[in-house]
């Protein structure tokens, strides 16, 4: 059950609607999460500009690997259980490279140095080692992309956190953190 307050559509603040409108438009509903962070248009603007950001940079699958892997670290069933239903079911991944992503690792080799660097940062708050940032670079990641390696971190924490304060109701086929 949801701890804080999950709108529906019609009783979300008018300057969260057209943000609302637009996910609809896009994914055909609008996930609990849109609704739940609608409930602060400054967060809900300020996340979608975040997030429509990240979309331009690494590709979609590296973007999913890293969301798992980064569920997976702050125990948010809510974010493994959307991100699964995405990877399977929108990028085509297998339930193989779903598991290796919520184990920090990945079967494609140049991905797999991103998810373990987005793993060790999760964990590590972001105090990683020398030798971490020079394995990622090593499989051909630039310092820019490092950087949006972090923000895709920085951005998956926040959903996670809020879904774990929110306990919000999953509306997917539901992942757990201990599975």
């Known amino acids: 059950m949801n701890r804080l307050n999950v ?73 493994l259980s959307a991100h699964s239903y995405i990877g399977m079911n929108m990028l085509k991944m297998t339930p193989e490279e779903i598991s290796l992503n919520r184990q920090g690792q990945s079967g494609d080799v140049k991905a797999n140095a991103a998810v373990r660097f987005a793993t060790f940062v999760a964990k590590q708050r972001g105090k990683v080692s020398d030798e971490e940032i020079q394995k990622v670079r090593d499989a051909g990641f630039s310092d820019a992309q490092l950087v949006e390696i972090v923000a895709l971190v920085a951005e998956s924490t926040f959903t996670n956190y809020l879904n774990n304060v929110a306990l919000t109701d999953i509306d997917f086929p539901v992942v757990h953190a201990e599975d």
């Open 7 to 79: 709108p529906t559509f019609d009783n979300a603040p008018e300057a969260s609607k057209p943000t609302l409108e637009a996910v609809n438009k896009k994914l055909g509903v609008v996930p609990n999460l849109f609704r739940l962070i609608a409930s602060s248009p400054a967060a809900l603007a300020g996340y979608m500009s975040f997030n429509d950001a990240l979309t331009k940079t690494l590709d979609a699958k590296t973007r999913e690997r890293i969301a798992l892997a980064v569920a997976q670290v702050n125990g948010c069933d809510y974010c």
